[in-house]
Structures are given as C-alpha cells and as structure tokens.
C-alpha cells in the first residue's frame, strides 16, 4: 500500500472518532441547558449531524472500495474484484446447477508492440481491448484486467457454445482496430466443474498458454467433463 493510501486510510478511521467526541460532548452541555426547547432544538442538530456523518462515511467507504477494486488504466474490475465475483457466481453455479463459463484472455505480442509504439499507444490500445470485451458481453458479466495485457471473462448461465459467440465477436471487433499492428488474441474457456476455484482458474489458464505456446491467435476450449481440447484459430472463427 502507497503512504498516500495508508494516509487516506488513517483518515477514514479517525474522522468517525472525532464526530463521536464531539457529538458526545455537545449532548454533554445540552444537559446543563434549562429550556426545553432548545434541548430539543440541540438534539435535533446533532441527530442531523449525525446523519451527514454517517451518509459522508458511506460515501467515502464506497470511493475507497473502488479504489481497492477498480483498474485504473481501463476501468475493469482488477484482480481483486474478479475473485470476489468468482467466489460469489461459483457458489450460485453450485447451489442452482447453471453452468458458469470463464474466458482467459492475452494480446499477443503486446510487448513488442509497447517497445515499437510506446507506452501511451499501448495505454491505448489496452482501453481499447478492454471497451471490446465489456461490449461483447451482457450487463450480468463480468470483465477484469489482472495487470499487463491478461483479462478474465467471467460468464454466468452461459455454455460453451454460447461463449465461442462472444470470442468470435471479440476477435472480429479486435481485429477491426486500426492502430493494433501484430497484436492479436489468445484465449482460453472451459466450463466451471465444482472444483476448488483456484484449480480451475489453472485450467483455464493452461489452455490460454497453450495457443500460446502454439503461436497465439487462436481460442481453445475444454469440454465439460472431459480432456477433449477444441482449439480454433481466430482467423476461423
């Protein structure tokens, strides 16, 4: 955590302190007032008080849980807001038997094309991957950056067939972008089995790095309840 971060966040823990003290002190002296109304006047002050306090606090909680979960290049979820939304749509494929794909996205030679172009098109071009997946999707999925040029496609009530749809879409509004030279995608998908999440993050993230491994550009998926590999390349699709 930055010494910016851990000041904000020492904040945040001393302004509730401080607003109790004061309002602790202020019915204090309300006590020593001899005139009803104006106790009455008092804690109504305080109690309104209270509530711009609390509604501040709210406020502020939900701006550092952005913060703490959002990727601040292109505005996805990070890393941290994917295993929350794993570990809540895992339990829900579990306890309602719906299938839940997950789709492992890299850009090929995104390095080469950063030590070319520079870091302010690669910038770019990175928003730009990351505003095609959210596009390619349903408002019920998910989208997450993990840094670099690794995304995750996290999609509920959603089978192979309907996930090899929204690759090929990814891939046809990729490949139109203009300034993305060599870059091209890889990816992975398969179909949550009820396993341990980070076991099946790993597979998945194998069959991302085996169209790697093979030249990137392409897309391959693991059948449900088997070892059968499908593998595509994306000019295909």
């Known amino acids: 955590m930055s010494h910016k971060s851990r000041l904000t966040d020492t904040r945040f823990k001393i302004r509730p302190l401080l607003s109790a003290i004061i309002i602790i002190v202020i019915l204090i002296l309300l006590q020593g007032v001899n005139y009803f109304w104006l106790r009455v006047a008092?804690?109504?002050?305080?109690?309104m008080g209270l509530f711009l306090v609390i509604q501040k606090l709210a406020a502020e909680r939900r701006r550092l849980l952005n913060v703490a979960t959002l990727d601040e290049l292109t505005g996805l979820g990070n890393f941290r807001a994917y295993r929350e939304?794993?570990?809540?749509?895992?339990?829900?494929?579990?306890?309602?038997?719906?299938?839940?794909?997950?789709?492992?996205?890299?850009?090929?030679?995104?390095?080469?094309?950063n030590d070319s172009h520079g870091h302010r098109l690669g910038n770019e071009l990175l928003h730009s991957a990351a505003q095609i997946f959210k596009g390619a999707v349903r408002s019920i999925d998910g989208v997450y950056r993990f840094g670099g040029d690794e995304f995750a496609i996290v999609l509920p009530e959603t089978d192979l067939n309907q996930a090899w749809h929204i690759a090929k879409r990814i891939r046809h509004s990729f490949g139109s972008l203009p300034e993305r030279a060599e870059v091209t995608l890889s990816m992975g998908m398969s179909i949550y089995q009820?396993?341990?999440?980070?076991?099946?993050f790993d597979r998945v993230d194998h069959l991302l790095y085996e169209v790697k491994a093979n030249g990137g550009n392409g897309c391959q998926s693991e059948l449900r309840g088997s070892n059968v590999r499908e593998t595509v390349s994306m000019n295909a699709l």
């Open 42 to 47: 008092g804690v109504t002050l305080v109690a």
């Open 194 to 200: 009820e396993e341990p999440l980070h076991e099946f």
């Open 85 to 113: 939304r794993m570990r809540f749509e895992t339990q829900r494929a579990r306890r309602k038997h719906e299938q839940l794909t997950l789709i492992l996205v890299d850009l090929d030679q995104f390095k080469k094309y």
